[in-house]
T-cell receptor, first 112, second 114 residues
Framework: NAGVTQTPKFQVLKTGQSMTLQCAQD?????MSWYRQDPGMGLRLIHY???????DQGEVPNGYNVSRSTTEDFPLRLLSAAPSQTSVYFC???????????FGSGTRLTVV | AQTVTQSQPEMSVQEAETVTLSCTYD???????LFWYKQPPSRQMILVIR??????QNATENRFSVNFQKAAKSFSLKISDSQLGDAAMYFC???????????FGTGTRLQVFP
């Protein structure tokens, strides 16, 4: 049982490049979310999904896209990377909001 | 807007002693969930304890317990018999009932001294 798996763990991008952060969970959780963590600001919700085919925006969605074609996978796409997107990104999943979330180990992204 | 405030950026405690981390939140909802997460230097986010707002009884998990004051919108975390492995960032989080969203505070860095 691997839990929530995020890849890559580290990434450096040039301004304007695009990339996809991968997230997969093997716990059959319906709820999945993406957060970014910036110094002094805690974690902020980017996008979330309550099931396959259903996604919605969180607090800071601009510059990011998501899709949920399967229960297991919830990739986060950066369309045109900007230095302001330098952050640590966490994917999380939960069977329901009540249980709290299981987090992946994070991706540290640097945009230069 | 719903917000979570952790007013202590840093706290320290001696091994085997007790420490309390503060958290307040602002909401007009009556049903919600509250959580404490631990983030050690490994960066992994680990769920420590959770509380349902409709339950008056304070949650406990081994050495970790909460003091939930619904009217005051306060949700503090007490760590008893502190251990070196408790050193980490601690985040308080709020989740409105029946939603998928976690709203985090800015965190408290806990140092544990031998």
């Amino acid at each position: 049982n691997a839990g929530v798996t995020q890849t890559p763990k580290f990434q450096v991008l040039k301004t304007g490049q695009s990339m996809t952060l991968q997230c997969a969970q093997d716990m059959n959780h319906e709820y999945m979310s993406w957060y970014r963590q910036d110094p002094g600001m805690g974690l902020r919700l980017i996008h979330y999904s309550v099931g396959a085919g259903i996604t919605d925006q969180g607090e800071v969605p601009n510059g990011y896209n998501v899709s949920r074609s399967t229960t297991e996978d919830f990739p986060l796409r950066l369309l045109s990377a900007a230095p302001s997107q330098t952050s640590v990104y966490f994917c999380a999943s939960s069977p329901t909001g009540y249980y709290g979330y299981t987090f992946g180990s994070g991706t540290r992204l640097t945009v230069v | 807007a719903q917000t979570v405030t952790q007013s202590q950026p840093e706290m320290s405690v001696q091994e085997a002693e007790t420490v309390t981390l503060s958290c307040t939140y602002d909401t007009s909802e009556s049903d919600y969930y509250l959580f404490w997460y631990k983030q050690p230097p490994s960066r992994q986010m680990i769920l420590v304890i959770r509380q349902e707002a409709y339950k008056q009884q304070n949650a406990t998990e081994n050495r970790f317990s909460v003091n939930f004051q619904k009217a005051a919108k306060s949700f503090s975390l007490k760590i008893s018999d502190s251990q070196l492995g408790d050193a980490a960032m601690y985040f308080c989080a709020y989740s409105p009932y029946n939603t998928d969203k976690l709203i985090f505070g800015t965190g408290t860095r806990l140092q544990v001294f031998p």
